[in-house]
Structures are given as C-alpha cells and as structure tokens.
C-alpha cells in the first residue's frame, strides 16, 4: 500500500500542547480520516440499497418465479 502525505494548519498552542504531552499527530488524523470516510461510504450504500429495494419491490413474485424456471430450464 502507497501512503501520500496531507497536512493540516493548527493552532501554535495546540501544536505545543501535542509536543508537551508526546501526543503523535499522524495515528489520530489517520484514524479520523479513515472513520470519516467509512461514515461516507455506508451512508452512499444505504442510499444505493434504498434505490435497489426500491427497483426490486416493483418486480412481481410471478416475474421472479417465472425468470428462475427459465434459468433452470437454460442449463
């Protein structure tokens, strides 16, 4: 896996606050950022599975019976 770096402006006394303390910077916005965008990805999932539920509900039982004994009958 590659790793690219991004920074962040802070403020001066937090940054003292981090060196004071020993408190490393990089594991606790890497940690934040990979929530942030899991947050993301579940919430575009949910929407996709939403739209998906939606498409499906229209489709009859009959139709379904009716395409899986074509699909046996195919093979």
């Given amino acids: 896996m590659g ?3 991004v920074s962040a402006k802070i403020p ?6 981090l060196d004071r303390y ?3 910077p990089g594991p606790i916005i890497r940690k934040a ?17 939403e739209e998906l539920s939606k ?5 009859s039982d009959e139709e379904v019976v009716e395409l899986i004994r074509e699909d046996r ?3």
């Fill in 33 to 49: 950022l990979e929530e942030e965008v899991k947050k993301r990805v579940l919430e575009e999932l949910e929407i996709l599975s």
């Fill in 12 to 17: 001066k006394k937090l940054k003292e606050l």
């Fill in 3 to 5: 790793y690219v770096t």
């Fill in 73 to 75: 009958e195919g093979r």
């Fill in 55 to 59: 498409e499906l509900s229209q489709i």
């Fill in 22 to 24: 020993g408190v490393r």
